[in-house]
């Protein structure tokens, strides 16, 4: 048996390297405005290909990374306190402040104006990288541990 590996895991190691570009832009890049098929030209994929590959390898599709990412930004600053939610709303990469509401309630289960609200003074002695882990958005309305934020 040969320790080289064949021409089949030669390409699935391409593709997780394209994947991982392609995760890394939407982390760079959520705010500007990116859908699946500009990602997959900018890696030489089909946009079919993409998603699969990508929710096969992060367990979600591109799409719902940004959205999570977008998401997550606005949480951030809506704890900060300093924006109004319509400011927040664009500054992440929304262009309409009623998908961002739609979709910040779909992630996190209640609206931005809720959620600030609830969350002022809540993790201000928090480090920040226990509060980043608390207040991470769960997809699909997965169930909360009892307790957490």
Do not use: W
């Not at 739609?102 to 931005?112: A, H």
């Amino acid at each position: 048996m040969s320790s080289k590996p064949d021409a089949a895991q030669q390409q699935r190691l391409r593709d997780l390297a394209q994947l991982r570009r392609v995760r890394d832009r939407i982390d760079r890049e959520y705010a500007r405005p990116l859908d699946v098929e500009a990602l997959a030209r900018g890696v030489h994929m089909s946009a079919g290909h993409l998603s699969r590959e990508f929710k096969r390898a992060y367990g979600e599709a591109p799409y719902g990374y940004l959205m999570t990412r977008r998401i997550e930004r606005a949480m951030a600053l809506l704890r900060r306190g300093d924006l109004s939610v319509t400011d927040i709303c664009f500054s992440v990469g929304f262009s309409s402040l009623g998908t961002f509401s739609t979709r910040f309630t779909e992630l996190v289960g209640v609206p931005p104006s809720t959620y600030r609200r609830q969350m002022e003074g809540v993790t201000a002695e928090m480090p920040s990288c226990i509060v980043k882990q608390v207040t991470r958005p769960v997809r699909n309305r997965e169930a909360r541990p009892p307790g957490q934020v």
